[in-house]
């Protein structure tokens, strides 16, 4: 088990008077824009607390792949990913931002490199750049620009939670508005405005575990401390229906801690043994309720879901993909003893394989978060090598 380093290094964060000016200063890791902004109410101006890495790229979790021998091939597949990388009809000719991380995901795994994506060597990532415009500094720091509904992503911190997934390293360039900065700069951003009441907190603790180790614990701006002890019992204590896409990134953000836990120590021996129960009962929920054809319900865990202002959700075709593919994704991403039956798997892959082929192409493009998916999942299943990484 590696010995985890326990030196950290902090941001400084000097104020002059009750509302003034800030700068945030940062060893040569990372290369942090200061930013000079009247500052909230609630701010306390205390800094938010990192660590130097161990290296500048992050974790990466290997698919456990429950291989399944499909009647597919690798044309019909990338017919698929083309089609849901094709802008769609209220894009305007270019993918929209999130499109283009559901697909890049998609691209990477099969073997690709998404056109964002710039890179040196086959395996280094220098840059990313899905517009400059996409991207600007503000008095908390780098973030995503509003989109035209006027939220900043689809689900918060969705960018930096892809580029982990991509092994896009932290030292690596993004284009923005102010010029090539550093992805570091939004992991410090995350990490500052992090608290445990956020509406989404999957995919922000998804990157966190893949960029914080050998660090277990952080700081927000306003001196409030957690560690990956503290939101994992505030995870497994939460409704699915928190969480976004039937609370299936929930398990998938939980699975991935556990994975990185065992290759190095980040939780406590008591939060282990809860997180392996938990991961247990649910996968054992999912098993229960895949339904005959093979898909699987919005309401896939009996125990999972609140009926506190909750609504029953309709069971259409595209919501059977959206739970279905997520559930096989999440399946092929579980530690060798925590896996459902293999039939399960394979009832679940046909169904989505089947329903590729029925359903119009517009309805694939159009629905391409379910689709994408869905699809990944097909690829896991039948093509993956278990050399290539995952999540």
């Not at 009441?197 to 701006?221: C, H, M």
């Not at 957690?226 to 299936?248: A, I, P, W």
């Not at 075709?317 to 060798?336: A, D, I, Q, S, Y």
Request: contains cysteine.
């Amino acid at each position: 088990m590696p010995q985890y380093r326990t030196n950290t290094l902090y941001l400084i964060c000097t104020s002059c008077g009750l509302v003034g000016s800030f700068g945030l200063v940062f060893a040569s890791l990372f290369s942090l824009a200061s930013a000079t902004k009247t500052a909230p109410e609630r701010s306390s101006h205390l800094p938010a607390e990192l660590v130097e890495m161990l290296g500048r790229s992050p974790i990466l979790v290997e698919f456990d792949r429950m291989a399944i021998d499909l009647p597919c091939d690798r044309e019909e597949i990338n017919r698929y990913i083309s089609l849901l990388a094709a802008p769609g009809p209220t894009e305007s000719g270019s993918p929209s931002r999130s499109r283009k991380f559901h697909t890049g995901r998609l691209v990477a795994i099969s073997g690709g490199t998404p056109e964002w994506i710039v890179k040196s060597q086959p395996n280094e990532v220098i840059s990313v750049n899905l517009g400059s415009k996409d991207f600007l500094s503000t008095w908390r720091g780098l973030e995503a620009a509003a989109m035209a509904n006027g939220r900043r992503s689809e689900h918060r911190d969705q960018t930096l939670c892809t580029l982990a997934e991509l092994d896009v390293p932290l030292n690596c360039t993004i284009e923005t508005r102010e010029g090539s900065l550093p992805v570091a700069d939004l992991l410090t951003t995350s990490i500052s405005e992090f608290h445990l009441d956020q509406k989404e907190i999957s995919w922000t603790v998804s990157a966190f575990a893949s960029y914080l180790p050998p660090q277990t614990g952080w700081w927000n701006r306003y001196g409030e401390e957690y560690s990956f002890d503290t939101v994992v019992q505030e995870m497994m204590g939460r409704k699915l229906n928190r969480e976004s896409c039937r609370g299936l990134h929930q398990v998938m953000a939980l699975t991935k801690i556990l994975r990185i836990d065992r290759k190095g120590t980040i939780l406590a021996p008591e939060v282990r043994e809860a997180l392996n129960a938990y991961l247990h009962g649910k996968l054992a929920e999912a098993v229960e309720s895949q339904l005959e054809d093979g898909s699987w319900p919005p309401l896939w865990s009996r125990s999972g879901f609140s009926d506190v202002y909750e609504y029953t959700p309709e069971d259409s075709n595209v919501n059977r993909v959206l739970v279905t593919g997520h559930m096989l994704e999440w399946f092929h991403m579980l530690p060798k003893d925590i896996k459902p039956p293999i039939d399960v798997v394979q009832a679940g892959s046909l169904w989505v394989l089947d329903n590729l082929r029925s359903v119009p192409e517009e309805t694939v493009n159009n629905h391409f978060c379910p689709y994408t998916h869905a699809v990944l999942s097909l690829y896991i299943a039948r093509f993956l090598d278990n050399d290539q990484h995952g999540t």
